[in-house]
């Protein structure tokens, strides 16, 4: 029996593994499946020719790794979707975002195959899936299918592509799943419809800081470079110098034969002096874990910029099982007198590689000076970075003054670490003992920072405004709790710090609330969006979990949702529906009092009517009733 070619991929990984020590923590997942037998699976969608995709797998989202591939459709909907492999119907889903309509296959080998954004099942499927919609009288279905019913062969014709769903255009998703309901990655199974002989791509790679003697270029910080191509490969045409501890990021992409848009890198290795030192292989992801992303990648720096910089080392509290990374979780330190040789390597799914090259050169810090523009008035600042305070001073003094944090009930002088274009550096790291203030050239400014709080345990704040609390798993890392109240807007640390798991918040209302069966906590995002959060009332305290921290603040909804008929015959009803605040959040029509069902495309706010029995016309008294999240409720009447 021939196997798939990616065994060498095992085999690379295994390399890696003995030359790291093996470092069982931080192994990557083997799954069995990558040993199926070439050609198992046939391509689900214009089988036979060549296609494109419009993402592949492990590309960076906003709060996960893409999982599977999404095959590009031409612009349209309706291509015929074929079963990959034997198998039969497991689930069928129906959802308003997310995946929409969507079948889930299992095969003889215990793997799973998924098609997404379906516009329509095969017409057994669909004759079952309407009769459901009409049996528990919801659009929203989530439905295990008894074995057996729906049994497929491998090519036969089981769906139509669609749109429907969080999908941003016409495509098909199609994944993998392992019998754990672990995303493995579809391109592993060797398709020739999808042609690939491009290498990847370097954007830019960055070094950052980790210790409070970590240097690049004699200072502390991130720091991006943009290679330079040189033959082949990638190079940066400078050495480096270097000292402490420091962690690599990568930002690259990769494109396929024929296709202009930009896909995702699966593997990365490192390689110090021609020696392995880190790898990660995006090739299978737990489920549970695919929020992880936020703390594989410089989750601040993508949000700011929509730049995903990849980490190259593995950072506290993260727990996907992608790495070999040794000992030292991949974090590079550097010692003075010694040269290091990086080699960085880029693979995608058909093992096409490319190579940076450059070289660190370790030099123990010193402190400089380098003159800047005069300085008017003297003012400081600072950052928290990991667990290191950075203070930012701009002085008129051309010798510039230490700088003074009161912590408890005692008292430390900052020397400047260096000072460079009219500010000086000050570095403190806070796991000393968090400041009161910081007091410098006669100016006092506190420390916002409230508290520290670990990750991995179960942590409760309050305050006379919230009260929060953290479980084991809300956090990635120790975070340095800021916490503020200013004009009804509550404030929680940052948005640009990610959340694994929800924490609970209560907020302690300032303002009288008239109606608080109204009332609801909203997630102010970027710019001027609102995310409703909903709540809990009790007394003049409301109670919610928040999945993100940030800015919050209480908000009254007193409109109904509103309603437009958009068309209306024998054959078929449609409207368009919308809310301002809190959202649309149920729906239920019924046509001479019996239930009628509405699919609904929330890409366009509209609702369209499917009978059970497509003979039967439309006729008589049509009812709509729609409700936000806060209660409020539209009735639209109309006859038909």
């Known amino acids: 029996m021939k196997l798939s070619s990616k065994a060498g991929v095992v085999f690379f990984s295994l390399i890696f593994l003995f030359a790291l020590g093996g470092q069982a923590q931080f192994n990557q997942l083997q799954y069995t499946p990558d040993l199926v037998p070439t050609g198992y699976f046939g391509f689900p969608i214009m089988p036979g020719q060549q296609n494109f995709l419009a993402g592949s797998m492990g590309e960076i989202r906003p709060n996960h790794f893409h999982g599977g591939i999404d095959i590009k459709t031409n612009q349209v909907t309706g291509l015929p979707v074929y079963a990959a492999a034997d198998g039969y119907v497991s689930r069928i889903e129906v959802s308003t975002y997310g995946y929409g309509n969507m079948l889930y296959l299992t095969h003889p080998n215990g793997l799973v195959t998924t098609y997404a954004h379906l516009e329509t099942f095969a017409p057994a499927i669909w004759d079952y899936v309407l009769r459901k919609h009409y049996e528990q009288e919801a659009f929203e279905l989530r439905l295990n299918v008894p074995k057996d019913l729906f049994v497929f062969r491998k090519g036969d014709e089981i769906a139509k592509s669609g749109n429907t769903g969080g999908s941003g255009g016409p495509h098909l998703h199609f994944e993998v799943r392992d019998d754990k309901n672990a995303l493995l990655n579809p391109l592993k199974y060797t398709f020739p419809e999808i042609r690939d002989d491009i290498a990847p791509t370097f954007n830019a790679i960055a070094i950052k800081t980790l210790s409070i003697d970590g240097r690049v270029n004699n200072r502390f910080g991130r720091f991006e470079f943009t290679p330079v191509k040189n033959g082949t490969g990638f190079t940066l045409p400078d050495t480096l110098s270097a000292h402490g501890l420091l962690g690599l990021e990568v930002f690259a992409f990769d494109r396929l034969n024929q296709a202009l848009n930009k896909n995702g890198v699966q593997q990365v290795d490192i390689l110090i002096d021609g020696k392995p030192f880190y790898n990660h292989l995006i090739d299978g992801i737990p489920f549970e874990l695919n929020r992880h992303v936020s703390w594989h990648i410089n989750y601040e720096h993508y949000k700011t910029t929509g730049k995903n910089f990849q980490k190259c080392y593995v950072d506290d509290g993260n727990r996907l099982p992608i790495y070999n990374a040794g000992a030292g979780r991949g974090k590079l330190r550097v010692e003075p007198g010694r040269t290091y040789g990086i080699t960085m390597i880029l693979k995608d799914s058909h093992n096409n590689t490319t190579t940076l090259q450059f070289t660190l050169r370790g030099e123990k810090p010193s ?217 649309v959040t149920s729906f239920r029509a019924e046509l001479n009092g019996e239930f009628l069902l509405m699919q609904f495309e929330h890409k366009n706010a509209t609702l369209t009517s499917e009978r059970l029995n497509k003979a039967e016309p439309l006729a008589g008294d049509f009812v709509l009733r729609l409700k936000d999240a806060m209660g409020n409720e539209s009735v639209y009447r109309v006859k038909i």
């Open 367 to 583: 402190y400089f000076y380098t003159p800047g523009p005069p300085v008017k008035k003297p003012d400081f600042g600072y950052e928290v970075s990991e667990n290191l305070l950075k203070v930012m001073a701009t002085d008129t003094a051309r010798q510039p003054q230490n700088m003074r944090l009161f912590v408890g009930k005692m008292q430390y002088d900052l020397v400047p670490s260096y000072a460079q274009a009219s500010y000086a550096v000050y570095l403190y790291d806070l796991r000393g003992g968090l400041p009161d203030s910081i007091s410098w050239n006669n100016q006092t400014k506190k420390f916002t920072q409230n508290v520290s709080i670990p990750a991995g345990t179960d942590f409760s704040y309050t305050n006379r405004y919230m009260n929060i609390i953290f479980n084991k798993n809300s956090l990635f890392d120790t975070l340095y709790l800021h916490t503020a109240y200013t004009n009804g807007i509550y404030s929680i640390s940052s948005p640009l710090t990610p959340l694994f798991q929800p924490v609970k918040v209560t907020l302690k209302a300032n303002e009288n609330i008239l109606d608080k069966s109204k009332a609801a906590v909203y997630y102010l995002g970027w710019g001027n969006s609102r995310g409703f959060l909903g709540g809990v009332w009790e007394g003049d305290n409301i109670t919610f979990s928040a999945r993100n921290l940030g800015k919050y603040k209480i908000l009254s909804d007193t409109k109904p949702p509103t309603v437009r008929l958009l068309t209306k015959s024998p054959k078929v009803i449609k409207l368009k529906i919308g809310d301002d605040l809190s959202g």
